[in-house]
């Protein structure tokens, strides 16, 4: 299958620094990518659905101001958690979507700690 | 989205098979059934999905019934390596939204 790869696996940074997160689709071009955000023994939840060339859709209760998404390119799409808190520390996870069958490949997930 | 119900959890003897269960009695007609699995700390990792006929690739076969309210994922001879919490999803695929809803999922515990 297709292959999602992101980046960092696992950071640590201080409480009101930015971390961005990176997700690559590495054999395919995605327009559609998703975020989402798993806190622990709990599934997971979409953050925002990301356009190539356009402006994030956020979901109900996620400040789009503090989850800055990016995808400037059809293979590429970034998440920068703004001014990090200690209850922000959750595992990232990233899905593109294939532009000809539709079919969601996952990232392998990004886990971020706040001290 | 239709919403689908799953068991919480689920054992099985490592060699056995393993049946996983899934209700979504309001699925339309154009939704496909696809489940995923989630090892630890893992992204999750795609396994199989059909529209109403059974289905059966290298990790697992679907059997979705004839009214298409419920569905068995089937690992025939589970490992170690299936313990993983297991979803069950219904979507359009292909639909201008495209996004996954993710239950809470069956955590399937396999044992030696």
């Known amino acids: 299958g297709a292959v999602v790869s992101q980046h960092p696996s696992r950071v640590i940074c201080k409480s009101g620094t930015s971390v961005k997160i990176e997700c690559r689709s590495l054999d395919f071009q995605a327009t559609t990518m998703f975020w989402y955000r798993q806190f622990p023994k709990k599934s997971l939840m979409l953050m925002a659905t990301s356009n190539e060339g356009s402006k994030a859709t956020y979901e109900q209760g996620v400040e789009k101001d503090k989850f800055l998404i990016n995808h400037a390119s059809l293979t590429l799409s970034t998440l920068t958690v703004t001014s990090a808190h200690p209850e922000d520390s959750s595992f990232y996870i990233c899905?593109?979507?294939?532009?000809?069958?539709?079919?969601?490949?996952f990232g392998e997930g990004s886990r971020l700690t706040v001290l | 989205d239709a919403k689908t119900t799953q068991p919480t959890s689920m054992d099985c003897a490592e060699g056995r098979a393993a049946n996983l269960p899934c209700n979504h009695s309001?699925?339309?007609?154009?939704?496909?059934v696809y489940w995923y699995r989630q090892i630890h700390s893992q992204g999750p990792q795609y396994i199989i999905h059909g529209l109403k006929n059974n289905e059966t690739n290298e990790m697992a076969s679907l059997i979705i019934t004839e009214d298409r309210k419920s569905s068995t994922l089937i690992l025939p001879h589970a490992t170690l390596r299936d313990t993983a919490v297991y979803y069950c999803?219904?979507?359009?695929?292909?639909?201008?939204?495209?996004?996954?809803?993710f239950g809470k999922g069956t955590k399937l515990s396999v044992k030696p």
């Open positions: 999803i219904v979507r359009v695929t292909g639909g201008s939204q495209g996004n996954l809803i």
């Open positions: 309001t699925i339309s007609g154009n939704e496909y």
């Open positions: 899905s593109a979507r294939t532009s000809g069958t539709g079919e969601l490949f």
